[in-house]
């Protein structure tokens, strides 16, 4: 997007009312729609003749889908995708793949009255495109084996560490890749606030779940979790820590109002942590957009927390680390591979 005044964005969706209504909202908030696609093959072609900033991409069309388009434009011409995904559960597993395959991020398309519904939604809509079409195609961060980061198991743990982890614009590969990486010997508890739509967010703690010794679930309201247990923040609630006894966290759930224009926020779930929590607490910041996180990050570091964000290079979009890393209360500025390692540094006891 160097020395572009605006973004310049391919639609691709197989409905023609749903290209028009997306291209106009795309248009009147500053992005130039350069090309429309009925299908995949169109959006393949569409990105080699016009080398756009960013991709909306359907899911389910007909010649190729969204899942094989993506794959296609990320091997041809790697440019940064955005999933419109039906709000089903089936689209929600397929959308995963569209990730695996390169995809940024994910918007839920509005069902029912899709004009009126889109238009609440058109704000977002624009925002999120804005996001991704400054996202690294290329999916910077390189892959590590996984438990690279453990420690031997002999090495003694601090008792009852809590980690916090907040992640959006291409969090949820980063996300995976951090939680495939700590070793349950260091019987952490973790929650994860991840942006994303109702309805994704069950279906990203079971990838986590598969890929992490850790027992990773969506988060439930009222429930208490221990060492080994990691919750994932649901899709249009806020998580919250409502008390802390013998290494167990209490959550809570809310639909109070979104704050930093999200839901879940991961500043209530640090502020709310560092309230209850009195033994380690590790805040960590990882590739999104926007400000979320940089005033969870103070509270964690007010009661002597240990605070990580990811650095700039392994960034999809580097919004939320850059603003916690200017709060001046970051400790580390960690690539994504580090990112495991300076978690266990502060989950490891000091020996004498």
């Not at 900033?53 to 011409?77: F, K, L, N, Q």
């Not at 058109?122 to 453990?150: F, I, K, R």
């Amino acid at each position: 997007m160097a020395g572009r005044s605006r973004p310049r964005a391919v639609v691709a969706d197989d409905s023609h009312f749903m290209r028009s209504v997306i291209s106009d909202i795309l248009e009147d908030g500053g992005i130039d729609v350069v090309a429309l696609a009925r299908n995949g093959r169109e959006a393949v072609d569409a990105v080699a003749e016009h080398e756009p900033d960013v991709v909306t991409m359907d899911v389910e069309m007909p010649e190729m889908d969204g899942i094989e388009a993506v794959a296609r434009i990320m091997s041809e011409c790697p440019t940064p995708i955005l999933m419109l995904s039906a709000h089903t559960d089936e689209n929600a597993d397929v959308t995963f793949q569209a990730l695996d395959n390169g995809a940024v991020d994910v918007f839920t398309k509005p069902g029912g009255e899709v004009s009126m519904e889109m238009s609440r939604l058109e704000d977002q809509l624009v925002e999120m495109v804005t996001s991704v079409a400054q996202a690294d195609p290329t999916g910077a961060g390189g892959e590590t084996a996984a438990g690279a980061a453990s420690a031997p198991a002999t090495h003694p743990y601090v008792e009852h560490p809590t980690l916090i982890i907040g992640s959006s614009t291409g969090g949820p590969k980063m996300v995976e890749q951090v939680l495939s990486d700590l070793p349950l010997e260091a019987d952490l508890r973790v929650l994860i606030v991840q942006h994303m739509p109702e309805g994704f967010t069950e279906r990203f703690a079971g990838r986590i779940d598969a890929r992490s010794p850790y027992a990773v679930r969506e988060a439930t309201d009222g429930e208490r979790i221990g060492g080994g247990d990691a919750r994932v923040a649901p899709g249009d609630r806020h998580l919250l820590v409502s008390g802390y006894r013998d290494g167990r966290l209490r959550l809570r759930l809310t639909e109070d109002p979104p704050v930093n224009s999200v839901r879940p926020a991961v500043d209530l779930t640090m502020e709310s942590a560092a309230e209850v929590v009195d033994d380690p607490l590790i805040g960590v910041i990882l590739t999104g957009m926007g400000e979320d996180g940089a005033a969870g990050i103070k509270s964690v570091k007010a009661v002597g927390g240990r605070t990580l964000a990811q650095n700039e290079e392994t960034c999809a979009v580097f919004g939320m680390p850059k603003r916690a890393i200017e709060t001046g209360f970051v400790d580390e500025v960690l690539p994504i591979e580090d990112i495991p390692a300076g978690i266990l540094t502060t989950a490891k006891a000091e020996v004498n």
